[in-house]
């Protein structure tokens, strides 16, 4: 896998993947207005009506055939791209740093940080694709809009599931779940299956009922369940618990990141999370952010209070560098990178995070 440039990441308006914000995309205003001044349409003829019958279908078809090439375009996410060369080559496999360290020159703050060069321009909040990648639903903050992007998809048969209907995953997560359980299946660890995916308001309700396992549930409205990004995870012939004691769970520990999933939910952090140890639960957040949080031994919640912290990070990565940017809207407007390719995700806290690179 070659390293990302700027060539081949420059699409024109027409080509661009649906989740990518680019201000050349940008505005969808404005619209053209009809008035006085329009002309009456005249009444058509047959041969005309007789043309619409063919010609409509035909434009049906030509139309979902450029709706279905533009979401289907694989590798067209950086969070999807970065980290493919680790996966392959094993080069970031050693001495990731530990709990809280911040290696020195791993990141650096607004103050003077090479972010502030970034170019910025403010278009409406309405024009922004949120990815909802890091989107920060928890006990405090229950989600509020679900599932992001519409872009829910059956698991099977892309993935080993516990059951084959009513399993459902995010398209990016369901993808980096796909290739972690490959790249699994190639080192000889185990044949993981999705026990869990997207789970309803309802859904979730069932599964919390009077709130007595609530270490390990969280309220309908609150689980992350319902954004389709998580992911819960087992290996045949072990318990839930087990999978903390196990090879097979150590591999998905050691190695999500790499696909753009963290575990959530690590014994380290329950304060924080609120949840208890789960091993199994794994939230996809893309490339980028997951190899920060894991290269730092951040949680979501540390992560996000890091990000808005700091207003701006920037780390490199594969001789790449990437900025991380907290944003929150005004008057219904929002800062974004002018012509630079960015992913933007709501924190589900009002504000938005931005992911840059260049
Ligand atoms: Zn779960």
Redesign the pocket.
């Known amino acids: 896998m070659e390293p990302i440039n700027r060539s081949n990441r420059r699409y024109t308006s027409n080509q661009a993947p649906r989740r990518h914000n680019t201000y050349s995309q940008r505005p969808r205003y404005p619209r053209r207005e009809s008035g006085p001044g329009r002309r009456r349409p005249r009444r058509r003829g047959l041969a005309s009506q007789a043309m619409t019958v063919i010609l409509l279908p035909l434009t049906i078809a030509a139309v979902l055939i450029v709706i279905f090439s533009r979401t289907a375009r694989p590798n067209s996410e950086p969070g999807y791209l970065m980290g493919y060369n680790q996966a392959t080559t094993g080069q970031e496999s050693q001495a990731l740093p530990g709990y809280y360290d911040y290696p020195a020159g791993a990141y650096t703050t607004d103050g003077g940080s090479p972010a502030s060069n970034i170019p910025l321009t403010r278009i409406p909040v309405r024009d922004i694709e949120d990815t909802g990648y890091l989107a920060l639903v928890n006990r405090q903050h229950a989600i509020q809009s679900e599932p992001y992007g519409g872009l829910l998809t059956g698991a099977w048969p892309t993935v080993a599931v516990s059951r084959v209907y009513d399993m459902y995953l995010h398209r990016s997560a369901l993808r980096a779940v796909s290739e972690m359980f490959s790249s699994a299946r190639q080192d000889e660890v185990a044949a993981f299956f999705v026990s ?1 995916g997207y789970r309803s308001y309802y859904a979730q309700a069932n599964i919390y009922g009077d709130g007595s396992n609530s270490d390990f549930v969280q309220p309908p409205g609150h689980s ?2 319902h954004t389709g990004l ?1 992911a ?1 995870i087992l290996a045949p012939g072990i318990g839930m618990a087990d999978m903390a004691y196990t090879p097979e769970g150590a591999w998905l520990a050691a190695n999500s990141y790499r696909y753009g999933l963290i575990l959530r939910y690590p014994q380290h952090a329950t304060a924080i999370t609120g949840i208890a140890f ?1 091993p ?2 794994f939230r996809y957040v893309g490339r980028a952010h997951a190899y920060f949080m894991k290269r730092n031994n951040l949680v979501l919640e540390e992560y996000i209070a890091y990000i808005h912290n700091y207003g701006k990070i920037s780390f490199e990565k594969s001789g790449q560098t990437y900025y991380v940017m907290h944003k929150v809207p005004k008057d219904g407007m929002i800062y974004v990178p002018y012509e630079t390719e960015f992913v933007i995700s709501t924190d589900n806290k009002g504000g938005f995070i931005v992911l840059v690179w260049e």
């Open positions: 869990s992350e369940h998580a819960d789960e199994w639960h």
